[in-house]
């Protein structure tokens, strides 16, 4: 900060408010903090008695807050971002499509450890609509170094993005619907009306739905059938639990693929199973996701469909924010489950 006059003055950023009183007619701001000078402001600046002005001056290696902010924001931002001009020196994100919210924490972390950083987000891992507001970025002061920028943009470049969506993947789901009591058409099946609601939410299109019974070597066959049909995913429904009658896991191991998880740090749905066979992932669905509003499929599912791979760590960092309140009414995305 230093003290110039006014005429001296252009180019420069205001360090406070200056203030203009007309008798009579008009007191209030003439100029706001962070005001950067132009040539038309000397005549207005000198009538309100201001021959000496307190100013950064941007020529010395800094930058102003509203141009940092827009390097910043450039710099983090990845797929399906979108953003428009500072508000005082502040952005908003948002979303560009409706999607899977992907942060990248320990960028995030680091990004925030520089001097004067203020970068905000919610959740990763949320399901977001078409503009959604999801972050914030602007730098404390008014002015902040060069030097400080070209790190923040060098660490986005070197490991960015922070920040993305990831659409959602038009998938052909398939849904092996177990419970010889359904196949004999003793009860009613519940389970496919919630799957498909849910499946029509995230953009996926149900190819099927079957019903091979308690047989594990049938339970097999009909997720390959579906897998040879083409699909993106096949659900399983019914027979999750530890029970011995409950083929159901046993049944997905026989498939020969990667089983990522048998059970999940989540509850609603401690009972969900995770398998990749033949790259297709095969999700066992425990009986919650038929009555609770809310459970693992909603924390799993989504990201499964917007193309993520998901591993044994993802389930493990689930069990942090992973037990539903069960809220009434419910608000999620927008509440602490999963978080």
């Not at 990845?78 to 001009?85: D, F, K, L, Q, T």
């Not at 993305?164 to 058409?185: C, K, N, Q, Y």
């Not at 009909?222 to 659900?235: C, H, K, L, S, Y």
Request: glycine share 10%; with cysteine.
């Amino acid at each position: 900060m230093k003290k110039v006059r006014v005429q001296d003055a252009v180019g420069m950023v205001l360090c406070h408010d200056m203030t203009e009183i007309v008798p009579g007619r008009f007191k209030g701001r003439a100029f706001k903090k962070g005001h950067v000078v132009m040539e038309e402001d000397i005549e207005k600046l000198l009538d309100i008695g201001k021959r000496y002005l307190y100013v950064w001056d941007l020529e010395e290696g800094y930058v102003h807050e509203d141009d940092a902010a827009k390097r910043m924001v450039k710099a983090a931002a990845g797929a399906n971002i979108s953003y428009g001009e500072p508000e005082e020196g502040k952005i908003e994100l948002r979303a560009s499509c409706r999607g899977v919210l992907r942060i990248n924490i320990d960028l995030l972390y680091e990004l925030n450890s520089l001097k004067d950083v203020c970068f905000s987000t919610i959740h990763s891992g949320k399901t977001v609509e078409e503009g959604k507001v999801l972050a914030g970025t602007r730098v404390i002061p008014l002015v902040t170094e060069e030097d400080m920028l070209l790190r923040f943009e060098k660490l986005c470049e070197e490991k960015g993005p922070m920040i993305e969506v990831l659409p959602f993947h038009h998938t052909r789901i398939g849904i092996v619907t177990t419970g010889s009591e359904i196949a004999d058409g003793r009860i009613e099946d519940k389970f496919g009306p919630v799957l498909k609601r849910k499946a029509k939410d995230l953009d996926g299109e149900i190819i099927g739905q079957v019903f091979p019974g308690d047989e594990k070597e049938e339970i097999t066959k009909a997720i390959f059938r579906f897998i040879e049909q083409g699909a993106g995913m096949v659900q399983v429904s019914g027979g999750m639990s530890v029970d011995p009658d409950d083929v159901t896991p046993s049944a997905i191991r026989d498939c020969g693929g990667e089983v990522v998880t048998y059970g999940s740090p989540v509850l609603p749905g401690a009972m969900f199973m995770l398998s990749y066979v033949k790259g297709i992932p095969v999700v066992g669905l425990p009986g919650c996701v038929m009555y609770s509003k809310r459970t693992v499929f909603d924390l799993a599912v989504p990201r499964l469909l917007a193309g993520e791979k998901l591993t044994r760590e993802d389930f493990i960092k689930m069990a942090h924010g992973g037990f539903c309140m069960q809220c009434d009414p419910c608000t999620y995305p927008d509440c602490g489950f999963g978080r």
